[in-house]
């Protein structure tokens, strides 16, 4: 019983781990001034911030073609999959999950599970990596999605902008007018609801009160498991400002694996450059 296991271009991972563990990610097009790019293919997290800075409009995304979708999905069939798992970014911010559950049925001899991650970027990333690992074993479709049930309920993730113009503008952002007007040198943190929809959480004065009450928001969470946690501090564009609260989270809990990741064009677009982020979900490597 081989199972396929695929993600979309907001998980974020590095090539190496997308090769070793037989991923199939697919782009996600971000459009700058009329033009579309292809996530990770035609467009590098770099060069997207660097337009960013200079493009006459406010960049947006798109789904994939559904026509290229099921072309993937029956080339996995071709090569002898009899399951697929496609897990992809949270049906709050897109529409991709909803377009897939569409399809899913019309290409014989493959069964398709499509999963909805409730979130993106790294945290996805890491379930489609505990996919992989347990397709690799060969274990059941239905336990590996049982397992990706577990793993998501341990996700925890604060954002830190600079300011909300891309996600109101983008309707992302589900609560929004509570948070339009004296935004000037405010530093809004955002999260995720119960819904799985981004809600703006509170307003700091500074990147600095910002950053200790994400502190303190993620020390609550810890508390509150029996279970060891893992964490991932994401940026966008903003390496330096990472790795120093990197270092500054490392002194606190020497023992706690923090990782660096970041927020990549389809992300960026709705959080704009120098976003931050302290994400942490239960330590996947200690199972």
């Known amino acids: 019983m081989k199972t396929a296991i695929v993600t979309d271009s907001t998980c974020y991972l590095t090539t190496r781990e997308i090769t070793d563990n037989n991923l199939t990610v697919v782009p996600i097009p971000v459009v700058i001034d009329g033009k579309s790019y292809d996530e990770g293919i035609d467009i590098t997290s770099e060069e997207f911030y660097q337009k960013l800075r200079t493009s006459g409009s406010f960049p947006s995304t798109t789904q994939p073609p559904l026509g290229k979708m099921i072309e993937l999905y029956k080339n996995l069939r071709d090569q002898g999959y009899e399951n697929v798992i496609s897990i992809h970014l949270a049906s709050t911010i897109s529409g991709f999950v909803s377009s897939l559950n569409s399809i899913k049925d019309e290409i014989e001899g493959l069964n398709i599970y499509v999963y909805d991650s409730e979130i993106t970027v790294r945290l996805m990333g890491v ?5 992989a690992r ?11 999605l049982k397992r990706l049930d577990q793993l998501r309920a341990t996700f925890g993730e604060y954002f830190i902008v600079d300011d909300l113009q891309n996600l109101v503008r983008g309707g992302r952002l589900s609560n929004a007018s509570a948070f339009i007007g004296g935004l000037l040198k405010i ?10 929809e981004i809600v703006a959480f509170e307003k700091v004065r500074s990147t600095k009160k ?7 928001l993620f020390e609550q969470s810890k508390e509150k498991v029996n279970y060891p946690l893992r964490a991932i501090i994401i940026h966008a564009n903003d390496e330096p400002a990472a790795l120093k609260w990197q270092e500054r989270l490392q002194t606190k809990y020497p023992e706690l694996p923090i990782d660096i990741s970041y927020f990549g064009p389809v992300i960026g677009t709705h959080l704009g450059e120098k976003a931050l982020a302290l994400a942490w979900l239960e330590d996947y490597t200690k199972i």
Do not use: C, S, W, Y
């Open 127 to 131: 379930l489609a990596l505990e996919a």
């Open 134 to 144: 347990m397709a690799r074993e060969g274990q059941a479709p239905q336990d590996i």
């Open 187 to 196: 530093k809004p943190i955002l999260t995720f609801n119960d819904a799985h």
């Open 210 to 216: 910002a950053l200790a009450r994400v502190e303190a």
